[in-house]
């Protein structure tokens, strides 16, 4: 009776449809890497002109406990790059420039600056030397002039000739920015508002993080090897400028897929050229990769105190975007968004944490085959217990507002109940994974940085229902 009606409450909170659901499943790939500390922030999955997910985890701002949403606005880091190079395939279909033209034209007395084409700064193939390496600029939270930062860039040599090799650098797209203002007569970031945000009615987006201000506004932080949340100093904008001073939020960074998706900001031919790889399956801003035989278009950005991810893929209308207020050592959005991607498109995808029982063994015996005897084995003595290793796993933790279990220890072993149900045993099958003995359920407590047991993960018919200890 008990399992019965643990099962009925499960069903209430998972909302449970046919097993393995795309929206359920997504939904639960996502609250597993919430609940594991590997994302904090917002996540928009589209297919087909359906919204699949839109949500929050987290917080924007840690130490007030406010939490992400749907609508937080974050910086975007390194995809403003496919922004800029929107910006310069607008001036080309215009006439205004060619992508051939040389950096020279531009840029009069730039070393090297007759060997080195715009496309070549598009496409990260012009060796020119990466600034924002450079200890000086890394991080820079006060402002900075332009011609400071290019005449670093000028001082340093190439790391190879121009179109001969691939490297990322901010560098490439720092010089795009100045070569838009050159022939627009205007700033980058009016350029960028009037020709792009305007039109795609992106109205959460623009240049200036650190002077924003909106009630949705996320916080960055750094996440410490102590597992604390560090909060991070903006990067000023002059130091990010075209390569990395976006800052926007999910449903913005919907309109602008769909604009792509529609051709509203160039014709097709031009738009095209955005999506054709270069050395490395670099395009305009964009990663070229070939998943399931389709074309997707993806980019990483990063900058201190944020990250995200963007995918597309025309054919099926697939956009998703991760957009994260943290940045920490080892987490990369790519693994989240690759598995989301095989979510959507593989139906016997497993996700991660569900396991799938191992297969037994059957070894037929041959006939006539004769069977030693064999002594009844004496019967093994129960290890004494020690009460206080449970110690850690006790206590009330939340699944829901009207739904908490309760951990305690009950003669020397650890034990579950919920507010209206009896205790039932527990037994440990490894050092953080438990299963009951009457709720055909497993119980996984999860560790913190700081080695508290503050989180569990219910595992209950392919399900993966997160929890936190009350307070």
Same mark, same amino acid.
């Given at each position: 009776?008990?399992?019965? =009606? ?10 449970? $449809? ?7 499943? @997504? ?42 949403? +749907?609508?937080?606005?974050? &910086? ?25 033209? !040389? @950096? ?91 020709? /792009? ?13 650190? &002077? ?27 130091? $990010? ?13 919907? =309109? ?34 070939? %998943? ?9 950005? +990063? ?18 975007? @991760? ?10 959005? !790519? ?44 019967? !093994? ?16 933790? +939340? /699944? ?41 359920? +497993?119980?996984?407590? %999860? ?17 993966? /229902? ?6």
């Amino acid at each position: 009776m008990q399992e019965l =009606k643990l099962l009925c409450i499960l069903a209430i909170i998972a909302t449970t $449809t046919p097993a393995f659901a795309q929206k359920e499943k @997504l939904e639960r790939l996502m609250d597993y890497y919430a609940v594991h500390d590997t994302f904090n922030g917002t996540a928009l999955i589209v297919r087909k002109g359906n919204i699949l997910l839109s949500k929050g985890y987290g917080y924007r701002d840690v130490h007030n406990k406010i939490k992400n949403t +749907e609508n937080t606005v974050y &910086q975007i880091g390194t995809n403003t790059r496919q922004f800029t190079a929107e910006v310069i395939l607008q001036l080309d279909s215009k006439g205004r420039l060619g992508l051939e033209d !040389k @950096l020279s034209k531009y840029l009069p007395g730039f070393p090297n600056g007759e060997r080195i084409t715009l496309r070549n700064l598009l496409t990260h193939s012009s060796g020119i030397y990466n600034y924002t390496k450079d200890p000086v600029f890394t991080n820079a939270v006060k402002p900075i002039k332009k011609e400071e930062i290019l005449e670093r860039i000028k001082s340093q040599p190439l790391a190879f000739a121009p179109g001969s090799d691939f490297a990322f650098s901010n560098s490439n797209y720092f010089l795009l920015g100045l070569v838009i203002e050159k022939i627009t007569t205007k700033k980058y970031e009016r350029v960028l508002k009037e020709d /792009i945000l305007l039109t795609c009615s992106m109205s959460h987006s623009g240049c200036d993080f650190s &002077q924003l201000r909106d009630d949705n506004k996320a916080i960055g932080y750094n996440f410490s090897g102590k597992g604390e949340f560090v909060e991070a100093l903006a990067s000023d904008s002059t130091l $990010t400028y075209a390569g990395a001073s976006l800052y926007s939020n999910a449903s913005d960074l919907l =309109k602008w897929h769909r604009a792509l998706l529609h051709h509203r900001l160039l014709p097709k031919d031009w738009q095209d050229l955005a999506f054709t790889p270069h050395k490395n399956q670099y395009a305009l801003g964009w990663n070229i990769t070939n %998943i399931y035989k389709r074309k997707f278009m993806e980019h990483a950005g +990063e900058v201190n105190g944020f990250t995200s991810y963007e995918v597309r893929q025309e054919d099926d209308d697939v956009f998703i975007v @991760l957009l994260e207020n943290v940045s920490r050592q080892g987490v990369e959005e !790519k693994a989240i968004a690759n598995n989301i991607v095989q979510c959507i498109y593989d139906k016997n995808y497993i996700l991660p944490g569900e396991r799938k029982k191992p297969a037994v063994a059957v070894v037929p015996v041959p006939e006539n085959t004769q069977r030693p005897e064999t002594a009844p084995k004496p019967e !093994k003595k129960a290890k004494p217990v020690n009460p206080a290793k449970y110690k850690k796993f006790t206590g009330d933790f +939340e /699944i829901t507002p009207a739904f908490t279990i309760t951990f305690s220890i009950e003669n020397n072993e650890l034990v579950a109940a919920t507010p209206d149900q009896k205790s039932i045993k527990m037994v440990q099958e490894s050092e953080t994974m438990f299963r009951t003995t009457g709720w055909n359920a +497993e119980i996984e407590f %999860i560790k913190d940085a700081k080695g508290a047991y503050n989180k569990i993960v219910l595992h209950q018919q392919d399900q993966l /229902i997160p929890g936190v200890r009350a307070k």
